[in-house]
Each structure stands twice: as structure tokens, then as C-alpha cells.
């Protein structure tokens, strides 16, 4: 069927309407004339490949990878597309999730931009974590869209060049269902099998523990840990988190879902030694009671933020920094309960960010600043932060 595409919508797609039904299109642009095929039948509407583009939209490339495109690696959503375009992309779905989802006053978000993260490979090379499928025959690969086809590539291009040149896409790795590897700023190369996808990881080579730099300081988590996947994303959030917040000498602070304890270490230095900051986070390869030692006015918790929030009592300021699922309303009751002066909210997913929002704000919470970076450019994917503060 030939489609005109219209608006670009959340997951990396553009809708097409044709006589009442609706259709999510993949690999196109809106504007662009193209013939699509039906990848995905829903009730009420249909996913769709674009498979030949009959009239190109000014913004579109020709994918710097080889392996992009219908039927093709799975991992990148917006190849065909300049950068700066998928950066307009991404700011309109953010727009949309905000005003539709999050009840969010559109003139609010005027003007709302999706910003680059400074990276001398621009779009490319910045992926410091790779986690490539492994099949039957031992070889990794990366799968096609929603599918368990494995696409053999020999490199994947938003990689960092230390993973490009490894050589863990080159080696058969038999029994094995997953093989990741981790790239980290002291420059080493950490490799981990996992036996099936949701299986724990087990270490290969490399670091066992992996070094991460904000600034002067370093961080020591497991290799399996979390850490932001762009080498620009946490000294860039870091400092936007602190603009946001302006934390003043002797204020308390939370830094909820915390990691390594990134934000927690920025904001015990900003509110010296009068001040108390509190960490939260459930994973152990994050280390952060290790990763936090040094600052005095810092601790942490090790548990659900869930679980813990309601008995921190009250606090000044919080970042809140959850996975893509967002934080929930149990968290955002205990943060209406805990009266903090502003909450700095970081976000992965617009849509949960969207829900929170509006959650923030029947605890008597509005959005005040607002930020994006594109921290996964040629994916569907960026990171929002948020200011929210007390209703005047
Ligand atoms: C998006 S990451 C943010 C980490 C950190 N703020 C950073 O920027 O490096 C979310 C973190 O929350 C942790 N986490 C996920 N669910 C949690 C929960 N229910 N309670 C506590 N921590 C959780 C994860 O282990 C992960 O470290």
C-alpha cells in the first residue's frame, strides 16, 4: 500500500492514515510518500515497514550503517534521518507525552529542543555498553525489531571505536544466549556472557569492577552495574541537575534511584559539610555506599526507593532518577509527603515522565524548567530533565 506519513509518534514511528485506519510506520519520515508493508496487525491499528520511499522528505540520509533498515538490525529507529532531524523528532514526542499524557500546559513547552551531547563522532560511536544476542551456532549478532531474527554484523556503528575493534563480534561464543561488553573511561574493555538474555551475568575478561569519571571524581562500580551509556550523558546531567536545583550551603538532599551515586556526589559537594545527602538504589554492582565514602555528609541506603522514600521524613531537595518504568505513585506520594523545595526528575522514558508529572502534580508540584539531550542519537531514545517545584 502506498501511504502519505504524517506525525512522528513515541516507539520511533510515523502515522499514516488511510480510510480510517491507522498505521505506525517505521523508516519513514513525516511528509514522505512511501509504499509500506504490514509488519504487525492490532483491533485498532497496524505497525508498518516503509519499504520504498516514493517522495523523500528533505531530512532524510542515506543510513551511515549498512545494516539499517526494514528487516534489518533492530537497534537504531531513525538511521535515515539527519541528526539534527531526529532531534526535531524527539522533541516533538516529548512535547506530545507532556501535553497528552502528562496534562502539561503546551505553551509551557514552546520551543522545547532535544540538545546534542558534545561527542567528536557526532551521532556515531558513542554507545559505551553493547549486549549482543548470541545463536545456536555460538555467533553474537543484534536482533531485527520486535523479532528473535539475529542480524550478523561485524560492527555496529553507534559503538564506541574501542568496542568496533574488539573482538568479541569476531568469536563464536557457544552455549552462550547473550555477550555484552563494557567500555570504560579508564580505557579498558570488560566482557560478560549470560546464558540466556535475563540470566546473571557472568564476568569473561577485563575490569571486574569498571571505572567511571564526573568530573575529578571517579566511580568503581561492577561491570554488570548501571551507568549512563553516552561518554557526555552524567557530567552533562550532573551540571544540569545543579543549575536546576541550586542547592544552597547546610540543605538536605535525596538522590533517589541513585547508581554509582553520581548526583548524590555533586550534590554533597554544593551543600558542604552543614548539609546531608541520602542515596537510594538496589543494585550492589552499583556500589554506592563504596562509591560514597569519601564525602562525609553523604550516605546511602541500599533498597526500593518504594520501600524507603516514606521513611526518610522531610528534605530540601531530590533528584530522582528512575528506570524507564518511571517512579510510580507510591514515590510520588512520599515526595508530596516529604515537601521538598524542588525536585529535579530525570528521565529515560517521556511517557513515564509524562505520568509522573501528572501525579507531581496532585501533590502540588508544576513543571519549572525543562531540559532534553539526544543521549542515544539514531535511537527512538532521549533523556529529559525536569524541574518541578511547589505550586505558587
Ligand atoms: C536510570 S538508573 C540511574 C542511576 C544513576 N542516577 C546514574 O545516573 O548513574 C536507575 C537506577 O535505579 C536502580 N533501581 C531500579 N529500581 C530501583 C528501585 N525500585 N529501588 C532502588 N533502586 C532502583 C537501578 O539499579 C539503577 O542504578
Redesign the pocket.
Known amino acids: 500500500m502506498i501511504v502519505t506519513v504524517g506525525d512522528v509518534a513515541a516507539g520511533g514511528h510515523c502515522v499514516a492514515r488511510v480510510d480510517g485506519e491507522v498505521y505506525f510506520v517505521r523508516h519513514a519520515l513525516p511528509g514522505e510518500r512511501v509504499r509500506i508493508e504490514i509488519t504487525e496487525r492490532k483491533k485498532r491499528f497496524a505497525f508498518a515497514d516503509a519499504v520504498e520511499v516514493l517522495e523523500a522528505s528533505p531530512d532524510r540520509v542515506e543510513p551511515p550503517c549498512r545494516f539499517a533498515g526494514p528487516s534489518k538490525c533492530g537497534g537504531c529507529d531513525f538511521q535515515h534521518a539527519t541528526p539534527e532531524s531526529q532531534r526535531r523528532l524527539k522533541a516533538k514526542v516529548l512535547f506530545d507525552q507532556l501535553t497528552r499524557i502528562g496534562g502539561i500546559d503546551p505553551a509551557r513547552l514552546d520551543g522545547v529542543e532535544v540538545e546534542a551531547l558534545a561527542w567528536p563522532e557526532g551521532a556515531l560511536g558513542w554507545r559505551t555498553r553493547m549486549q549482543y544476542a548470541v545463536g545456536p551456532d555460538g555467533r553474537p549478532g543484534l536482533r531485527a525489531h520486535k523479532s528473535h531474527d539475529l542480524i550478523h554484523i561485524d560492527k555496529c556503528a553507534i559503538a564506541t571505536e574501542r568496542i568496533r575493534e574488539s573482538e568479541v563480534l569476531g568469536k563464536h561464543w557457544d552455549g552462550m544466549g547473550a555477550v555484552g561488553v563494557v567500555d570504560t573511561d579508564d580505557e579498558q574493555l570488560a566482557v560478560y556472557t549470560q546464558l540466556r538474555r535475563t540470566a546473571r551475568p557472568h564476568h569473561k575478561s577485563g575490569p571486574k569492577l569498571v571505572h567511571q569519571q564526573v568530573g575529578s571524581n571517579e566511580f568503581e562500580i561492577g561491570f554488570d552495574g548501571?551507568?549512563?551509556v553516552h561518554p557526555a550523558a552524567?557530567s552533562t546531567?550532573l551540571e544540569c541537575a545543579l543549575d536546576f536545583l541550586q542547592p544552597r550551603e547546610g540543605e538536605s538532599a535525596w538522590d533517589l534511584?541513585?547508581?554509582?551515586g553520581?548526583?548524590a556526589a555533586g550534590l554533597a559537594e554544593a551543600v558542604g559539610e552543614t548539609g546531608r545527602v541520602v542515596a537510594?538504589?538496589?543494585?550492589p554492582a552499583?556500589r554506592t555506599a563504596a562509591n560514597l565514602a569519601r564525602w562525609k555528609n553523604a550516605g546511602a541506603i541500599d533498597?526500593?526507593?518504594?520501600a524507603i522514600a516514606p521513611d526518610l521524613g522531610s528534605v530540601d531537595l531530590v533528584v530522582l532518577?528512575?528506570?524507564r518504568s518511571g517512579a510510580g505513585p507510591e514515590v510520588v506520594v512520599a515526595l508530596g509527603e516529604a515537601r521538598p523545595r524542588a525536585i529535579c526528575y530525570?528521565a529515560?522514558d517521556a511517557g513515564a515522565l509524562a505520568r509522573d508529572a501528572s501525579d507531581l502534580a496532585i501533590e502540588g508540584y508544576e513543571l519549572k524548567r525543562l531540559r532534553a539531550f539526544d543521549a542515544f542519537p539514531m535511537t527512538q531514545h532521549f533523556e529529559t530533565i525536569a524541574l518541578f517545584e511547589p505550586v505558587d
Open positions: 548501571f551507568w549512563q552524567a546531567f534511584y541513585a547508581g554509582a553520581a548526583f537510594v538504589e538496589n543494585a552499583s533498597g526500593d526507593v518504594a532518577d528512575p528506570p530525570i529515560c
